[in-house]
């Protein structure tokens, strides 16, 4: 008998639920881990490959590890309650202005995307990497 649960797709809002899980990831971290710390956040435990397969999972997850890396020697705990305050304050302001640029960001991004469908451009040619420039040639 086939395991139904990880079959399931994952949903723009599954999606959204498993960064939110990695945001707010404390400790060690694997894909293992995060797999089944899933249920909780989406109702079913995915597979490996499945989240791997999401460019938002795999560069939360990248960046979940990096601070879980980085973390011990970096955080630094505010000497005072109000310093702590001060700075959930200031970082609560810095996640406003950061979603709202990334709300920006996306409008524009879909109007690119409509007026590169309306001018023919393939997905393939939207993916194409930039070209390089060669600094020690000359002509």
């Given at each position: 008998?086939?395991?139904?649960?990880?079959?399931?797709?994952?949903?723009?809002?599954?999606?959204?639920?498993?960064?939110?899980?990695?945001?707010?990831?404390?400790?060690?971290?694997?894909?293992?881990?995060?797999?089944?710390?899933?249920?909780?956040?989406?109702?079913?435990?995915?597979?490996?490959?499945?989240?791997?397969?999401?460019?938002?999972?795999?560069?939360?997850?990248?960046?979940?590890?990096?601070?879980?890396?980085?973390?011990?020697?970096?955080?630094?705990?505010?000497?005072?309650?109000?310093?702590?305050?001060?700075?959930?304050?200031r970082l609560t302001r810095e996640v406003e202005?950061?979603?709202?640029?990334?709300?920006?960001?996306?409008?524009?991004?879909?109007?690119?995307?409509?007026?590169?469908?309306?001018?023919?451009?393939?997905?393939?040619?939207?993916?194409?990497?930039?070209?390089?420039?060669?600094?020690?040639?000359?002509?």
């Amino acid at each position: 008998m086939r395991k139904k649960s990880s079959h399931r797709h994952l949903t723009g809002k599954d999606v959204e639920r498993i960064v939110d899980l990695l945001d707010g990831w404390e400790g060690n971290l694997t894909w293992e881990a995060l797999c089944n710390a899933c249920p909780g956040a989406i109702g079913f435990k995915p597979t490996r490959q499945t989240l791997s397969r999401f460019e938002n999972i795999a560069r939360a997850y990248k960046l979940a590890k990096e601070r879980a890396r980085d973390g011990a020697k970096n955080l630094k705990a505010p000497p005072t309650l109000a310093a702590a305050a001060q700075r959930i304050e200031r970082l609560t302001r810095e996640v406003e202005r950061l979603e709202r640029e990334n709300s920006a960001l996306l409008e524009r991004f879909v109007t690119w995307q409509y007026n590169a469908y309306a001018h023919g451009l393939s997905q393939e040619q939207l993916n194409k990497g930039l070209f390089r420039v060669d600094r020690d040639q000359t002509e």
